[in-house]
């Protein structure tokens, strides 16, 4: 069996008067993240994390922000594409780590929906998927709350065909 270990890293600066979405699920907040698409930047680095660990790029190779047809989707969509692309190229997740960093909101409620859908989308069970957050003590443009940040790794094993 052949294992491969891949890692996405994103970030979206926050604005007023754009939604928040995180892991595929809506947060209440002031913010929202600005981007092309819904700008999720938990499931753009697992994305990228995914294709990272298959060798295929990343998510900008497949799902560019200057393509109108990716103006304002959904990232639940995004991922299941990522999906599709490995399971493609003979690879299947495994699990998945990643963190959050941001200072507000307070997201610990919204992770075990975070990680249904993530699980979901992936086919795998929702203990294969964590979704941990952090702040940055209030230093950098993380702290300044203009923007997050979003890391994950992901470990992919070769399908046999």
């Not at 990716?70 to 299941?80: A, N, Y």
Request: proline share 3%; charged share 20%.
């Amino acid at each position: 069996m052949s294992f491969r270990i891949g890692y996405g890293i994103d970030f979206h600066q926050l604005v007023a008067g754009r939604e928040l979405w995180l892991g595929g699920v809506l947060v209440p907040s002031d913010k929202g993240a600005l981007g092309h698409s819904d700008a999720d930047v938990l499931l753009h680095a697992i994305c990228d994390a995914l294709l990272g660990a298959a060798a295929l790029g990343d998510i900008g190779t497949h799902f560019p922000d200057t393509a109108a047809e990716f103006k304002g989707i959904d990232s639940k969509v995004l991922l299941e594409r990522s999906a599709a692309l490995i399971a493609d190229a003979g690879y299947r997740a495994v699990n998945v780590d990643s963190t959050l960093c941001l200072e507000q909101p307070k997201i610990k409620p919204y992770v075990p929906a975070m990680q249904e859908v993530i699980a979901r989308i992936l086919g795998l069970g929702k203990n294969a998927v964590s979704v941990k957050a952090t702040t940055t003590e209030r230093m950098g443009f993380v702290g300044r709350e203009e923007g997050l940040v979003a890391h994950a790794t992901v470990l992919l094993e070769q399908v046999t065909r």
